[in-house]
C-alpha cells in the first residue's frame, strides 16, 4: 500500500529546550497509537554506531553467512517453491547484559567488536532507563516507576538480539521475522539504514519503520501494555525480506527480572479494563511456546493460570 501517514520521530533534543512539551507529548502519542516511534539526537555517539554496524557486518560475513546458506540446505529453503510459514529468513546470535553478561562467552567475535557491543549495551541500558521516566513523567507515574516494577530481586533483564536478513530470490514465499508483539518491555533497535523491512501493523494495514541513519528505533513490549492497563501497547511487527542487500538488525530488550512482580499500576487501573497481575518469568514460560500469536490469549491466560497448560509449545524464544 501506499505509505500516506507519518511515521514518529522524536528529536530528543528538544526536551532540553523550549520544545519540550510539544516532544513529550509526540512521545506520548506514539505510545498510545502506534506503540513505535524512532528517535534521533539521542545521544549516542555517531562514530560508536558506524563502528557497531561495520564489525556486525563483517561478523555475519566471517562467521555467519555459511552457517545461514547451511540451514537453508538443511530445511530445503533454497528454492522457495512453496510458502513457509514456520521458519524466518534470519540470521541471529544474542548477548545477555544484565543481570549477567555473555559478552565473552560467545564465540568468534574480536576483541574490538566486544569492548564496541559493551560499550554500545551500556549506553543503550541507560537511554532505556531516561526512556521509561519519560513515560512514567507522561503517565503520571513517579519518577522510577518503572524502573522499580522491573528490578525484582536481582535488577533487570537486558540483552542484545543481533541479526542479520540476507538477500531472499523469493520474498513472497517467507518472512525475515513473522509478525509478533515483543514481550517484554522497552526496546531499542539499531537498525539498517539502506536496507529496510521492518513492519508495524497499524489500523489493519502493514506501515514501514522508515531506515534513518543514526537513528534508534523504540517499541513498547506487552509489559508496559500491562503496567498501564491498556493505555499504552505493544504492537504487531513482522520483518519482510527483499530481493537485494543484507539489513542488519541490532535490537536490545530492556525487560523486567525474571521475578519482578508485573500489574496494571494501581493509579492507571479501571473496572472497565482490566490487565492481569503474574510474575514476569511465567510469562515468558507462555511467550515462548506462542510468540507469534495474538496477545490477547496470553493475557487472558495470566488471568487463569491454569489456562497456561492449555496453550501448546509451539517455538522457542529466547528471553535473555
Keep these: 500500500m501506499e505509505q500516506t501517514i507519518k511515521f514518529p520521530v522524536v528529536n530528543l533534543s528538544k526536551l532540553n529546550g523550549e520544545e519540550r512539551d510539544q516532544t513529550m507529548a509526540l512521545i506520548n502519542d506514539a505510545c498510545e497509537n502506534w506503540g513505535f516511534f524512532e528517535i534521533v539526537n539521542h545521544g549516542l555517539p555517531y562514530d560508536l554506531m ?3 554496524e561495520k564489525m556486525t557486518k563483517e561478523h555475519y560475513k566471517k562467521t555467519m553467512e555459511q552457517k545461514f546458506n547451511d540451514m537453508l540446505k538443511s530445511k530445503g529453503l533454497e528454492k522457495l517453491e512453496t510458502e513457509v510459514e514456520d521458519v524466518d529468513w534470519e540470521s541471529t546470535f544474542y548477548l545477555r ?11 568468534d567475535m574480536s576483541d574490538e567488536y566486544r569492548t564496541a557491543m559493551k560499550d554500545f549495551g551500556k549506553r543503550l541500558e541507560n537511554l532505556a532507563e531516561n526512556l521509561l521516566d519519560q513515560l512514567c513523567e507522561n ?13 525484582g530481586t536481582k535488577g533487570p533483564s537486558f540483552g542484545t538480539k543481533v541479526s542479520n536478513y540476507p538477500p531472499c530470490p523469493k520474498p513472497e514465499m517467507i518472512k525475515g521475522l513473522r509478525a509478533h508483539t515483543d514481550a517484554g518491555g522497552i ?3 539499531f537498525q539498517d539504514d539502506k536496507v529496510s523491512g521492518l513492519q508495524l501493523l497499524k489500523d489493519g494495514d502493514w506501515i514501514d519503520v522508515p531506515p534513518l541513519n543514526h537513528s534508534i528505533v523504540i517499541n513498547l513490549g506487552d509489559q508496559l501494555e500491562v503496567i498501564t492497563n491498556g493505555k499504552y501497547k505493544s504492537v504487531m511487527h513482522r520483518v519482510v525480506t527483499q ?4 539489513r542488519m538488525s541490532i535490537a536490545s530488550f530492556y525487560n523486567p527480572g525474571s521475578d519482578a512482580e508485573i500489574s496494571p499500576a494501581s493509579s492507571l487501573a479501571s473496572k472497565e479494563t482490566e490487565y492481569p497481575s503474574f510474575v514476569f518469568d511465567d510469562y515468558m514460560k507462555l511467550y515462548a511456546g ?15 493460570a491454569t489456562a497456561v497448560t492449555e496453550l501448546n509449545p509451539a517455538a522457542s524464544v529466547e528471553t535473555f
Design 50 to 52: 558506524d563502528n557497531v
Design 97 to 107: 547484559h544484565l543481570p549477567q553478561s555473555n559478552l565473552y562467552d560467545i564465540p
Design 139 to 151: 503517565l503520571g507515574l513517579e519518577k522510577g516507576y518503572l524502573k522499580k516494577m522491573f528490578h
Design 187 to 189: 526496546i531499542l533497535l
Design 243 to 246: 530481493k537485494e542487500g543484507n
Design 290 to 304: 506462542v510468540k507469534f500469536q495474538p496477545k490477547e490469549p496470553r493475557f487472558e491466560a495470566m488471568r487463569n
